[in-house]
């Protein structure tokens, strides 16, 4: 892992944000593409946030980058550029959480601070046989207690490395190595040969069944996006859309969406559908094709014309999936009879 052996909070900091939710696997490129965009907690504290997103698109989870950005800007502002080494300033930072400050504080600066996230929770539950779940906020808080017990007051970032690394490759939640494990010996569940036991398996969230309409309007090789706002993608970029309640029809809610949005449109219904889940949202999509019967307007934040094949913005998962039917609707677009202008 190229953030292991560093002892650079920056860097630190910067794999913990992309390690929570994401795979090592999947986040390590985006790690290094991240450091070589933005190399240094200055760097990130003076690009737009539209730069910052970008970089992070494909991750998912982007208010981690948003919170980061933040940070960055408040470290940059307030403290001279230099990650805070104490619990109480780098704590109070935007997205910092106990986990995240635990990380950085051990292995960058040796503070004697615990880490919880699920691998450790594993390892944790299995080593003393304890039926908890860290997802369960009761039981986390006990795996908070046991974790910070065991801490030792020398090298802690390396014990709390350890710990994660552990439970990343050794214990890990399905076929555990247990033949090839060092804390074999001290492990309760291992003893009691009942190592699948631990953890209890967490509560399962029902998934949720979403309809959604998007309108695809395509000219010159680019596809009209707006940018998403609200909690969870606020910031991005995808073809107009809308989420239709249940009965709802998709075209009239298209089009009071363009209206609203500047952009009078004729819309026709391509018969295509997208399947698209996030996390427990199972989404299905109706593809509209649109014709705008109007200039969309100048200057607008929300409104934008989006490069199909090298978006220069940060789309979507779901505005991604649409790649091929924008693709397709620009061809349709190129190949349709232009209507000549009449010369007065
Ligand atoms: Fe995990 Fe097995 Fe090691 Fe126990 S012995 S900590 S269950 S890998």
């Given at each position: 892992m190229p953030w292991r052996g560093s002892k650079d909070p920056y860097r630190i900091w910067l794999s913990e944000v992309m390690l929570q939710q994401t795979q090592v696997a999947t986040a390590t490129p985006y790690y290094r593409a991240f450091l070589h965009r933005f190399p240094d907690l200055d760097a990130?504290?003076?690009?737009?946030?539209?730069?910052?997103?970008?970089?992070?698109?494909?991750?998912?989870?982007?208010?981690?980058?948003?919170?980061?950005?933040?940070?960055?800007?408040?470290?940059?502002?307030?403290?001279?550029?230099?990650?805070?080494?104490?619990?109480?300033?780098?704590?109070?930072?935007?997205?910092?959480?106990r986990y995240t400050m635990g990380a950085v504080l051990s292995i960058g600066y040796g503070r004697p601070l615990a880490v919880l996230d699920g691998n450790v929770a594993r390892v944790l539950s299995r080593l003393e046989a304890l039926p908890l779940a860290v997802k369960r906020p009761a039981d986390a808080r006990v795996l908070w207690t046991r974790a910070a017990a065991l801490v030792p007051a020398r090298d802690p970032g390396d014990w709390n490395q350890a710990l994660m690394e552990l439970g990343a490759l050794v214990c890990t939640p399905r076929a555990p190595r247990c033949d090839a494990c060092p804390a074999r010996?001290?492990?309760?569940?291992?003893?009691?040969?009942?190592?699948?036991?631990?953890?209890?398996?967490?509560?399962?969230?029902?998934?949720?069944?979403?309809?959604?309409?998007?309108?695809?309007?395509?000219?010159?090789?680019?596809?009209?996006?707006?940018?998403?706002?609200?909690a969870l993608l606020d910031g991005l970029w995808e073809p107009p859309g809308v989420e239709l309640a249940d009965g709802m029809a998709a075209k009239p809610a298209l089009v009071?969406?363009?209206?609203?949005?500047?952009?009078?449109?004729?819309?026709?219904?391509?018969?295509?559908?997208?399947?698209?889940?996030?996390?427990?949202?199972?989404?299905?999509?109706?593809?509209?094709?649109?014709?705008?019967?109007?200039?969309?307007?100048?200057?607008?934040?929300?409104?934008?014309?989006v490069s199909a094949k090298s978006p220069e913005v940060a789309v979507?998962?779901?505005?991604?999936?649409?790649?091929?039917?924008a693709l397709a609707a620009i061809r349709r677009a190129e190949s349709a009879p232009r209507t000549r202008r009449r010369v007065r």
């Open positions: 990130l504290a003076r690009a737009p946030i539209d730069d910052v997103l970008h970089a992070w698109a494909g991750l998912g989870y982007y208010r981690r980058a948003r919170m980061l950005h933040a940070a960055a800007q408040v470290v940059a502002r307030e403290h001279g550029g230099r990650v805070p080494d104490t619990a109480e300033v780098f704590g109070a930072l935007p997205g910092v959480g010996r001290w492990c309760a569940a291992f003893a009691r040969g009942a190592v699948a036991a631990f953890p209890p398996a967490p509560p399962k969230r029902a998934s949720e069944r979403v309809r959604r309409a998007v309108a695809l309007i395509a000219r010159a090789g680019r596809v009209l996006m707006t940018r998403r706002e609200g009071a969406l363009l209206r609203a949005l500047g952009l009078p449109a004729r819309l026709a219904a391509s018969g295509e559908r997208v399947r698209h889940t996030i996390t427990h949202r199972r989404i299905e999509v109706e593809v509209w094709r649109g014709t705008l019967t109007d200039a969309p307007p100048r200057g607008s934040k929300r409104v934008r014309w979507t998962a779901l505005g991604r999936r649409l790649g091929p039917f």
